[in-house]
């Protein structure tokens, strides 16, 4: 199993970046996909959520009315478009899948408890 994170990068605050999250060796619908980010020293915090089916979506405040989390599944791939990026929003961001999680909350997803994850892909906001 392995998931490949990709399109980060340098930008400066306002702009846009779109996250890709290509999983293989497993069936993407049968996980809950969520994206964590993480800035040094600290532990990783949920940014984003999905739905197996893409129905439901978490949003961490800090993110909410910027990011959009989607997913297609016969793709395989998770994304997450970031607009209006801000100097705060650096981090190493990372992808995540569980498989087990049967929650009515996905902001309740919890670092600890994913099944694979991806090797982060770092963003940086200038200001």
């Known amino acids: 199993v392995q998931l490949q994170a990709s399109g980060g990068g340098v930008v400066q605050a306002g702009d846009s970046l779109r996250l890709s999250c290509a999983a293989s060796?497993?069936?993407?619908?049968?996980?809950?996909m969520a994206w964590f980010r993480q800035f040094p020293g600290r532990e990783r915090e949920i940014v984003a959520a999905?739905?197996?089916?893409?129905?439901?979506?978490h949003y961490a405040d800090s993110v909410k009315g910027r990011f959009t989390i989607s997913r297609d599944n016969p793709e395989n791939t998770v994304y997450l478009q970031m607009n209006s990026l801000k100097p705060e929003d650096t981090a190493t961001y990372l992808c995540?899948?569980?498989?087990?999680?049967?929650?009515?909350?996905?902001?309740?997803?919890?670092?600890?408890?994913?099944?694979?994850w991806g090797q982060g892909t770092l963003v940086t906001v200038s200001s």
């Open positions: 060796g497993l069936t993407g619908s049968s996980y809950v």
């Open positions: 995540a899948a569980d498989r087990r999680y049967n929650g009515d909350y996905l902001g309740s997803l919890n670092s600890r408890d994913q099944d694979y």
């Open positions: 999905i739905s197996r089916n893409g129905n439901t979506k």
